[in-house]
């Protein structure tokens, strides 16, 4: 299994970068949703955010390793079926759904760190608050939060939807591509 991309394969780097932040966005999602309704009383009250933020810092990682990996590792060309329109929306959708990654975990840091507090990593180390602009930072990060996640999920759900449409309809190798480690 090749490492690198070549001009018509992703390599193994790309799709496993692929599929473990695609499982981890989706993660974050559901465990943020889950964690703002829990009170102070329940026992995952606590250690529900913080793994929500070692995974999303995590997630904030990912997203610069990969797009370093894209500069480095060669292009993978579009199959030659798909339509000059698919190509412009699918290379679209790929950099707005990189733009939102980054604006979920940008905002979710600058509500974690609202008060002047570093987030801690997994306790292994502090995160530390560089930015703090007290109550409205949180508020606003908050709110650019809840906004920008639900976009994402939408945003992934399309990107999906439009791999099975490439399988099952025009039943060419687009999600094959992602998929095939052999
Ligand atoms: C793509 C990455 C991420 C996704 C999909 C995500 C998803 C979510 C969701 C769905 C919520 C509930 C929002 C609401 O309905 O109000 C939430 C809340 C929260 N997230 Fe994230 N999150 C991500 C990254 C992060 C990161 C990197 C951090 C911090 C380092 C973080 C910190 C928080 C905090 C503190 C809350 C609670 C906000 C509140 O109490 O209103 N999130 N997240």
């Given at each position: 299994?090749?490492l690198?991309?070549t ?65 480095y ?20 959708l ?27 990593f ?9 930015i ?7 508020e ?36 094959i ?6």
């Amino acid at each position: 299994m090749k490492l690198h991309n070549t001009n018509n394969r992703f390599g193994l780097i790309a799709i496993l970068l692929h599929w473990i932040m695609a499982t981890v966005i989706i993660g974050l999602f559901i465990l943020g949703k889950y964690m703002i309704d829990l009170d102070y009383y329940d026992s995952y009250y606590h250690i529900a955010p913080w793994w929500h933020k070692s995974f999303g810092l995590t997630l904030l990682f990912l997203l610069i390793i990969r797009l370093l990996w894209k500069l480095y590792s060669p292009k993978v060309l579009p199959i030659s079926n798909h339509t000059g329109l698919e190509v412009k929306l699918a290379t679209s959708l790929q950099i707005i759904l990189y733009i939102f990654i980054f604006i979920c975990c940008i905002s979710g840091y600058l509500i974690s760190t609202a008060e002047d507090a570093g987030i801690s990593f997994f306790d292994w180390f502090d995160i530390p608050a560089l930015i703090s602009l007290g109550e409205a930072q949180s508020e606003l990060a908050g709110d650019i939060h809840e906004y920008s996640t639900t976009i994402l999920i939408v945003l992934a759900g399309l990107h999906l939807m439009a791999a099975l449409k490439h399988h099952f309809i025009n039943k060419d190798q687009t999600l094959i591509r992602i998929l095939n480690f052999k």
